[in-house]
């Protein structure tokens, strides 16, 4: 959990002046994860299934690593609401390795 909670402080002090960018060795599970977890971090009036549909649409291969998620979700105080939302995603695509995608930090950049 310490994980989660220093990428959550790290994003709530984040100035958002220029993208930032979350990798990890494949890109497909802990990077993702971070990625929601950032999501839910600066858009905290909305719903966690919604930011979870916005990176499902930006990356069809993310597959969140559900520890990690659940650590933000505790982290964030979503009650298991982040977790129930990674649970809704669809099944992510196959891929080989992960792909560069990006989703806006904007909440009210995020369709439904």
């Known amino acids: 959990i310490d994980h989660a909670e220093a990428l959550v402080e790290f994003i709530h002090r984040w100035e958002a002046a220029s993208p930032i960018v979350m990798h990890c060795f494949a890109g497909i599970s802990r990077s993702t994860a971070a990625a929601l977890i950032a999501m839910c971090a600066l858009a905290p009036e909305t719903e966690e299934v919604q930011l979870a549909r916005a990176l499902r649409a930006a990356s069809p291969h993310a597959a969140p690593n559900r520890l990690l998620v659940d650590h933000g979700d505790r982290a964030l105080g979503r009650n298991g ?8 995603m669809r099944a992510p695509e196959l891929a ?13 950049e995020i369709q439904a």
């Not at 609401?81 to 809704?88: I, V």
């Not at 080989?96 to 009210?108: A, C, K, N, Q, Y």
């Open 81 to 88: 609401r982040l977790l129930a939302a990674l649970e809704a």
């Open 96 to 108: 080989p390795e992960g792909r560069v995608f990006s989703v806006p930090l904007d909440h009210t």
